[in-house]
Every structure is written in C-alpha cells, then in structure tokens.
C-alpha cells in the first residue's frame, strides 16, 4: 500500500526562500512509494489545525517544513495519534532536527524521509501544555518572546537579542521538588530538557535522550559577565554538565514553582501558571529520525 504524507509549510520560518520546497519535493521524494500534497500555513497556529485534521483522516505522515514553532505545532497535535511527523527544517534554529541527525540540507531531508527511520519519542506535559524538544522559564523565555514579537528572523537575530537583554535580566527564583527533593535558588535558566539543544547547536543537556523515558532539568546559576565566554564555548561544545554553574538533574515527574510566568516551549512565547507539574510521557509520538 502507498503511503500519504501532507507537507506543511511555514512559508514565513526561517530567512530561506520557500518557493522552491514543491520542486524539490516532486524531485526527490519517491512518488512510487508516496502520495503527497502540500498546504501552506496562513497564520499562527493554523499548523496545528492542519495535522489535527490531518490525524482524523488518517494521512500516515505529516511533515513540518518550518522551524521548531512549527514542528511544535504540527507534533503536538499528533502525540498519542498514529500519524508520524517528519521535519524539513527550515527554520532559525531547527533544534530538534538537528538533535534528531535530520540532514538541514532540503534534498537530503526529503531524501531521508524515503529512507523511513521510524522511532517512537517521548515527549513532555507541562499542567496541560505539551512540548517535544525544550521549554524553558528563565532567560530563554525572555528571549524567546523578543523574537517572536521582532519581524526578523534567523540566527543572527538571536545573538543580538542575547546581547541586548542579557545585562538586563534579573534572575528567577525556582523551587523544583524532584522526588521529595527540594531545590530553591535564583536561576538565570530553568530548562526542561528532553532532547539536548535549543538550536543552532547550543546545546544545554549533552546527554539528553528523546526515547530514554527521562527528561532533564537544567538549572544555571546566576555568574558574572567575565564567565561568558567559557559558559558560551560550554554551550556550544556539549560541554555544560562540566560548568560550575550548572546542575543538571534526571526526572520523569517534578513540581517546579517560579517568581515569574514567562515561558517557552519549543522556542513559542507562552504566559504559564507559577506552579507546573512536570511530566515525561513515554513513546508518545511516532517520528521519521534521521540516520544515526
Ligand atoms: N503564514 C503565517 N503568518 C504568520 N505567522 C505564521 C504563519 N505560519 C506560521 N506562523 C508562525 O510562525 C512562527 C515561527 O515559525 P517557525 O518556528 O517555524 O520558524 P522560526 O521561528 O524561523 O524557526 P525556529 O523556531 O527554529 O527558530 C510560529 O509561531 C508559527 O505559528
């Protein structure tokens, strides 16, 4: 039997011209094995209504064509679903994509589609919100509401948001209660982690594992200016769970309260309660990895 994929596309993620995806879609993904159709998104969250209705009529896989706001969308809508969720990334960041080996290459990325690497990932509930790669309370948040609010997109938007912000922020107070045992501490990041960078290989929990049944809570000390530096190359080397101002810690359930309600989840902006009961939920979504 044939299998159908719907290609989502963001046609405004990312600073990379779109027009040129259903070419190269018709190009290189194996019409003998595949049915496909394309949709576009026309406003927030529209991704997430089309995977739903993409769920109902049992298409077998939907693929998101965007950055990780639109693989949020299109993922979360198919947890505990038999749709699969494949990624073209083409977003500012792609940190699940990258994290999962998916080529950031467009060919290769259909041309690993064909290849059906199929896995099973957790994923992780938050109150009632789910999420699949990272979300996070402290400086992230603030950052990841800058960018969704500025109208440009990309990495370099991203290092200029850091750069103007971060002599600014003042940190958030955390009380995190991970089996009985409780932390309290100002914290510049609180991060839930499932899979290990946020993008663009910044990479806050190296040894974070999507199918392990466990997720991370990364927790990063307030430091002096003059740390920045060994704390940047840290980040971007895999290398956090060496700093001295991080505390990495294993969990599949956690209660974490907050002095503040700003969060991200997958990179979105969202407003959130100041108590969260955290959860890992194992293998709940099927998802096209790339080649390990
Ligand atoms: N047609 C549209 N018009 C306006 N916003 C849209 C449209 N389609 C999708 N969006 C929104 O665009 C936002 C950003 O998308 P996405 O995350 O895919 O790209 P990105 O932010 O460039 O990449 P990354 O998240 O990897 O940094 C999402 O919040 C999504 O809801």
Redesign the pocket.
């Known amino acids: 039997m044939r299998t159908r994929i719907r290609f989502i596309i963001?046609?405004?993620?990312?600073?990379g011209k779109k027009g040129i995806i259903p070419g190269l879609i018709e190009r290189y993904l194996d019409t003998e094995r595949f049915d496909y159709d394309i949709v576009?998104?026309?406003?927030?969250?529209?991704?997430k209504e089309l995977a739903y209705q993409s769920s109902v009529e049992k298409i077998d896989i939907v693929c998101?064509v965007?950055?990780?706001?639109?693989?949020?969308?299109v993922g979360t809508a198919l947890i505990g679903t038999k749709t699969k969720l494949a990624i073209i990334?083409?977003?500012?960041?792609?940190?699940l994509a990258r994290h999962l080996n998916i080529p950031l290459n467009i060919e290769k990325a259909i041309q690993n589609i064909n290849a059906m690497h199929v896995m099973q990932m957790d994923t992780v509930l938050v109150n009632d919100k789910p999420f699949l790669n990272a979300g996070g309370y402290g400086f992230d948040a603030l950052i990841a509401k800058k960018?969704?609010e500025g109208k440009k997109?990309?990495f370099f938007t991203?290092i200029k948001l850091v750069m103007r912000e971060f002599f600014k922020y003042n940190p958030v107070n955390v009380s995190v209660d991970v089996n009985g045992q409780v932390k309290s501490m100002p914290v510049m990041l609180c991060t839930i982690a499932n899979a290990s960078e946020f993008?663009n290989g910044f990479c806050v929990s190296p040894k974070s594992d999507v199918t392990d049944g466990k997720i991370e809570l990364f927790l990063l000390k307030p430091f002096r200016f003059w740390s920045l530096p060994l704390l940047a190359f840290q980040f971007f080397r895999r290398k956090t769970d060496q700093s001295k101002f991080a505390e990495i810690i294993s969990f599949e359930k956690a209660r974490i309260s907050l002095s503040k309600s700003m969060a991200h989840y997958?990179?979105?902006p969202f407003d959130v309660r100041k108590e969260l009961n955290v959860q890992v939920v194992p293998k709940s979504l099927h998802i096209l990895a790339g080649k390990k």
Do not use: C, L, M, Q
């Open positions: 963001n046609p405004i993620s990312g600073v576009y998104t026309e406003y927030r969250k529209h991704a998101a965007g950055g990780d706001g639109s693989v949020h969308e990334p083409t977003g500012s960041g792609n940190g960018f969704d997109r990309g991203y993008g997958d990179g979105e």
